[in-house]
């Protein structure tokens, strides 16, 4: 049972993107990667690195796209970018139509070189429309379906999987580091799933209401109930869309509202206030400090605050 209430999606613009990209001499830069014996390596944003990193450990430098704390879904390529890419030998991705800006940004480098790893290869993704309360917003839908996978500990061995395999390929001399620490990273991640599954067990069925639909996949693998996304628009919320959150949130008897962290809206507080439910925070791991241990932190954190919002 899932229904999207007022989303309002920022209309995002990468007209300008060809031309900032040739505001670069480009000519200059696709040789540079062919001139070192390291392989350079590219993960778009915070996640992607954090697991990318896991697997390389110090032997190779992994760099950063998105800047943490840059929404990835709104994010603008910037000349920077586009002489990183132009410098890589391998793009690691989320996929599943998160990185929106890059197909062009790629493209418009043109680096016959780069080689690129996409983490979310062979995950079946939820589509909305697999949600039966679901309204559509036309203005925006993830067409190819929810790409929040890293959020979920089981989804994330396997991008972690994907993102080794990639590496093997296409840089085999590291083969046998490349193995070693993915099997120390997935490990930890199979730790980390059991104790959201011990922790969460008694809480089967809590149901809960977000702020933003980065959490069904967490949902769904521990049997909590993710009731409605509410997307508070930017601008121009009428009393008519607070109303509607309170009734879902009555209809459902959910058991608290998650934000994401650093979201205070105050209208979120008027809504928790009429409803006397918590607003408590949940991390979606896009920003943070680049260690490949923070990932486990902060997915600690969210297990902490389900337990709490479902108590």
């Given at each position: 049972?899932?229904?999207?209430?007022?989303?309002?999606?920022?209309?995002?613009?990468?007209?300008?993107?060809?031309?900032?990209?040739?505001?670069?001499?480009l000519g200059n830069l696709?040789?540079?990667?062919?001139?070192?014996?390291?392989?350079?390596?590219?993960?778009?944003?915070?996640?992607?690195?954090?697991?990318?990193?896991?697997?390389?450990?110090?032997?190779?430098?992994?760099?950063?796209?998105?800047?943490?704390?840059?929404?990835?879904?709104?994010?603008?390529?910037?000349?920077?970018?586009?002489?990183?890419?132009?410098?890589?030998?391998?793009?690691?991705?989320?996929?599943?139509?998160?990185?929106?800006?890059?197909?062009?940004?790629?493209?418009?480098v043109g680096n016959s070189?780069?080689?690129?790893?996409?983490?979310?290869?062979?995950?079946?993704?939820?589509?909305?429309?697999?949600?039966?309360?679901?309204?559509?917003?036309?203005?925006?839908?993830?067409?190819?379906?929810?790409?929040?996978?890293?959020?979920?500990?089981?989804?994330?061995?396997?991008?972690?999987?994907?993102?080794?395999?990639?590496?093997?390929?296409?840089?085999?001399?590291?083969?046998?580091?490349?193995?070693?620490?993915?099997?120390?990273?997935?490990?930890?991640?199979?730790?980390?799933?059991?104790?959201?599954?011990?922790?969460?067990?008694?809480?089967?069925?809590?149901?809960?209401?977000?702020?933003?639909?980065?959490?069904?996949?967490?949902?769904?693998?521990?049997?909590?109930?993710?009731?409605?996304?509410?997307?508070?628009?930017?601008?121009?919320?009428?009393?008519?869309?607070?109303?509607?959150?309170?009734?879902?949130?009555?209809?459902?008897?959910?058991?608290?509202?998650?934000?994401?962290?650093?979201?205070?809206?105050?209208?979120?507080?008027?809504?928790?206030?009429?409803?006397?439910?918590?607003?408590?925070t949940l991390d979606p791991?896009?920003?943070?400090?680049?260690?490949?241990?923070?990932?486990?932190?902060?997915?600690?954190?969210?297990?902490?605050?389900?337990?709490?919002?479902?108590?």
């Amino acid at each position: 049972m899932f229904q999207t209430i007022s989303r309002h999606w920022i209309t995002r613009s990468l007209s300008g993107l060809a031309a900032l990209v040739t505001t670069i001499s480009l000519g200059n830069l696709g040789s540079v990667a062919q001139n070192q014996n390291e392989t350079k390596i590219v993960a778009t944003f915070l996640p992607i690195y954090i697991f990318t990193k896991g697997i390389t450990g110090e032997s190779t430098e992994v760099e950063i796209l998105i800047p943490p704390g840059t929404d990835p879904h709104e994010y603008q390529a910037t000349p920077d970018n586009a002489r990183t890419i132009a410098e890589a030998d391998v793009l690691v991705t989320n996929g599943l139509g998160i990185e929106e800006f890059l197909d062009k940004l790629v493209n418009s480098v043109g680096n016959s070189q780069l080689q690129e790893i996409n983490a979310s290869q062979n995950i079946d993704p939820l589509k909305e429309e697999d949600d039966d309360h679901h309204e559509h917003d036309h203005n925006h839908d993830h067409e190819e379906g929810n790409p929040h996978v890293w959020l979920d500990p089981v989804l994330a061995q396997q991008q972690v999987k994907n993102i080794r395999d990639g590496l093997i390929k296409i840089d085999p001399k590291n083969a046998a580091t490349y193995q070693a620490n993915a099997k120390i990273y997935l490990e930890k991640l199979q730790e980390l799933d059991q104790e959201f599954k011990t922790r969460l067990a008694p809480f089967n069925g809590c149901k809960f209401i977000a702020f933003h639909d980065a959490y069904p996949y967490l949902a769904k693998r521990y049997n909590l109930e993710q009731m409605a996304v509410v997307e508070l628009p930017q601008d121009n919320i009428t009393p008519g869309d607070i109303q509607r959150v309170i009734k879902a949130a009555k209809e459902y008897h959910v058991k608290g509202l998650l934000a994401e962290i650093g979201f205070n809206d105050r209208r979120m507080q008027q809504i928790s206030k009429e409803l006397g439910l918590p607003v408590k925070t949940l991390d979606p791991i896009i920003n943070g400090p680049l260690e490949t241990q923070y990932y486990f932190r902060a997915m600690r954190n969210n297990l902490k605050t389900l337990e709490e919002v479902c108590q």
